[in-house]
């Protein structure tokens, strides 16, 4: 079956330090892949997208970037964290050739203090 | 531009109070419409697709509808146990899915 991993669950950064959030799926081939963030008590934005491996999309301009080493690796980044990046940050997966649902992960609470 | 509005913002129910959670859209070619459930610090968990006007699904308490603008989720006889955020959220291009703000449900018994 399908899993995705997403991890630490939770991180406390201070402000100008560097960020790496990673996420893993497994059990299947070739998945769209999304990095989301969620402020408190609002919906999820939509931060990166990759359809493969090397190929990232941007939504919004900001103080991250996104990579894709492998066919089911996504990682989060940022050189200098701002108090701005705080939030919930969430992975999600799911196949283009399917109209099925998307799978997220538990989730990385990030707090830049 | 892909478009996805919820109402109310939040709603408290009575436990065994019905209601129904909105969401409006506003997509080029409607590709799926998702609805989540997200507990509080946890990831949106999966509940209904839909596809088509006319479409419905259920599954225990809950029922989604889906019309060419709008689809519902209904709460029958909701329990403590349904209070979540509930998002909404529409397939847009490159498969990339564009939620709304959601509607934090709280049931008190």
């Known amino acids: 079956s399908q899993t995705i991993h997403q991890w630490p669950a939770t991180l406390v950064q201070p402000v100008g330090s560097p960020l790496s959030l990673e996420c893993t799926v497994e059990?299947?081939?070739?998945?769209?892949l999304y990095w989301y963030r969620q402020a408190a008590g609002r919906g999820l934005q939509l931060l990166f997208y990759s359809v493969g491996i090397g190929q990232i999309s941007s939504e919004v301009p900001q103080n991250l970037s996104a990579s894709r080493p492998q066919d089911r690796q996504f990682i989060l980044s940022s050189k200098k964290l701002l108090l701005s990046d705080s939030g919930f940050y969430l992975c999600a997966w799911t196949l283009s050739s399917r109209g099925g649902g998307y799978t997220f992960g538990s989730g990385t609470r990030l707090t830049v203090v | 531009e892909d478009q996805v509005t919820q109402s109310p913002e939040a709603l408290r129910l009575q436990e065994g109070e019905s209601s129904s959670l909105n969401c409006s859209y506003t997509?080029?070619?409607?590709?799926?419409l998702f609805w989540y459930r997200q507990d509080p610090g946890k990831g949106p968990e999966f509940l209904f697709t839909?596809?088509?006007a006319g479409e419905e699904k259920e599954k225990e308490r809950l029922k989604a509808t889906l019309t060419k603008k709008e689809s519902f989720l209904h709460i029958t006889a909701p329990k403590p146990e349904d209070s979540a955020t509930y998002l909404c959220a529409v397939r847009g291009g490159y498969n990339k899915l564009i939620f709304g703000a959601g509607t934090r449900l709280a049931v008190h018994p």
């Open positions: 839909l596809y088509s």
């Open positions: 997509v080029s070619g409607l590709r799926g």
């Open positions: 059990g299947t081939s070739n998945p769209n």
